[in-house]
């Protein structure tokens, strides 16, 4: 959320990074509002004052004899309790506009970088550098033909249990996912990171505080009897874990890995990806994510970028980096470097982890700060993923298809699945 104080004293530099993101709300009435809030404040602050020097003078008259009915006595009081009764009414004011306020900041999305590149949509993206050599040959599969020759997936029976975008794994599929998803897991921790087993459920306050709410509610799936959501990222309770907290500087910066099953109606994005394991309502994801001190966050983003580069690396997986234009960010995102992994049998790059720094976006929605001597401020937050787990699947059934119709994998995953190749059925 953005800075209040900054909507007051410096409306057009908001505007002017809104514009990089390509939009263009009226803060008018929300810069309206936020003066008008302010002077109510001061003019609150001096009834208040006027109140206490009244109450002062009733008691300095009592103390000195003066009866309780006297004259003077009740037109102090008379005077206080109209003074009362004005603070009540500008508070209610106050306090309406607090809301509105809080109503429309939410709804506004983060600022830019400065090292953010100007751009208006994907196509002005910038390559920042690219790893392995990818896999480029005539007749290669996609990675759901693999997995129909080699029953790793069924979709037509997960249909009927749930809905279209639904996938069930089985045998070697499920075998694979899980091993990938504890490679990935002990990959992180190893390189420093807290593993972490949230809840999947979240409530409101949750989503709006890491910025899914207000604006993707309709991407959500919703509990109907409580205030609960399946959540759309890890990054949502971890985010939450900290929520209106004091964090001390010298235990900055605090690191999580965490899996957990992701939910996402992928509202508008029907006829895109319906076949195989890149697009689902359903999904595993390695969330990775970052507490850190603001005169860091620009050292931890390259970091948290790395880690999730280094599983690719480590699985033997082409991909390459890219950085974000302002046009194409996140809503809670500063800045952003996508990871894309090449899909051989697509022949095409496809995301598999965006890796953003919110600066003190999501803590100020969420309230959590870090004390550095005697100093509060707002902290930074990051998030990516590493990674997200199907696609990674996707990539390694593509990367590793044989002619005979097997498949092989990088040696790091043979501890974790029991087999360094996946066979048809015989």
């Known amino acids: 959320m953005l800075d209040q104080r900054l909507l007051r004293e410096n409306p057009d530099l908001i505007a002017q990074q809104l514009a990089r993101r390509g939009t263009a709300p009226d803060l008018g009435p929300l810069c309206r509002m936020a003066v ?69 900041l939410r709804s506004l999305p983060n600022l830019p970088s400065a090292a953010t590149p100007d751009g208006r949509s994907e196509a ?9 050599t990818p896999r480029q040959e005539e007749g290669l599969l996609e990675h759901w033909q693999i997995a129909e020759r080699l029953g790793l997936f069924e979709n037509e029976r997960s249909v009927r249990i ?48 890491s910025g899914q709410l207000p604006k993707f509610a309709d991407e959500s799936f919703r509990c109907a009897d409580d205030d609960l959501w399946l959540t759309p990222t890890a990054e949502v309770p971890l985010t939450a874990f900290h929520r209106d907290e004091v964090i001390a500087a010298d235990q900055l910066p605090l690191r999580y890995v965490a899996h ?41 983003h390259e970091q948290l970028t790395r880690d999730a580069e280094g599983i690719l690396e480590a699985l033997g997986l082409p991909y390459r980096r890219l950085e974000l234009c302002s046009g194409d960010l996140g809503f809670s995102a500063a800045r952003t470097f996508d990871l894309e992994v090449w899909l051989a049998g697509a022949g095409a790059y496809r995301e598999i982890s965006s890796c953003s720094t919110c600066g003190e976006f999501q803590a100020r929605r969420s309230a959590i700060r870090c004390r550095d001597g005697k100093t509060t401020r707002l902290l930074h937050t990051l998030n990516g993923s590493g990674l997200a787990v199907g696609r990674t699947m996707a990539a390694l059934l593509e990367h590793g298809q ?6 092989t994998l990088p040696e790091v995953l043979v501890p974790y699945v029991g087999s360094d190749r996946l066979l048809p059925p015989p």
């Not at 002005?124 to 790893?131: A, G, M, Q, S």
């Not at 045998?171 to 091993?179: I, K, N, S």
């Not at 509202?267 to 990775?288: C, M, P, W």
């Not at 044989?402 to 498949?407: C, E, K």
């Open 36 to 104: 008008e809030q302010r002077d109510l404040e001061e003019h609150r602050n001096s009834l208040q004052a006027e109140g206490n020097g009244i109450g002062r003078d009733v008691g300095q008259l009592l103390r000195n004899g003066t009866a309780a009915d006297d004259p003077a006595v009740v037109d102090l009081r008379e005077r206080g309790n109209r003074l009362k009764q004005q603070i009540a009414d500008v508070d209610e004011r106050v306090k309406e506009l607090g809301r509105g306020l809080l109503d429309g």
């Open 402 to 407: 044989q002619p005979d119709g097997s498949v």
């Open 162 to 209: 749930a809905q279209s975008r639904f996938v069930t794994l089985m045998g070697a599929g499920a075998r694979l996912e899980r091993g990938l998803i504890a490679f990935m897991l002990d990959h992180h921790g190893r390189n420093g990171y807290r593993e972490m087993a949230p809840p999947i459920l979240v409530n409101s306050a949750s989503l709006t505080g």
């Open 124 to 132: 002005d993206n910038v390559e920042r550098h690219r790893w392995g």
């Open 260 to 300: 957990t099953p992701c939910f996402r109606r992928e509202a508008g994005s029907y006829g895109r990806d319906t076949r195989g394991l890149i697009r689902l309502h359903q999904f595993n994801k390695v969330e990775l994510y970052w507490f850190c001190h603001p005169d860091q966050s620009d050292a931890a």
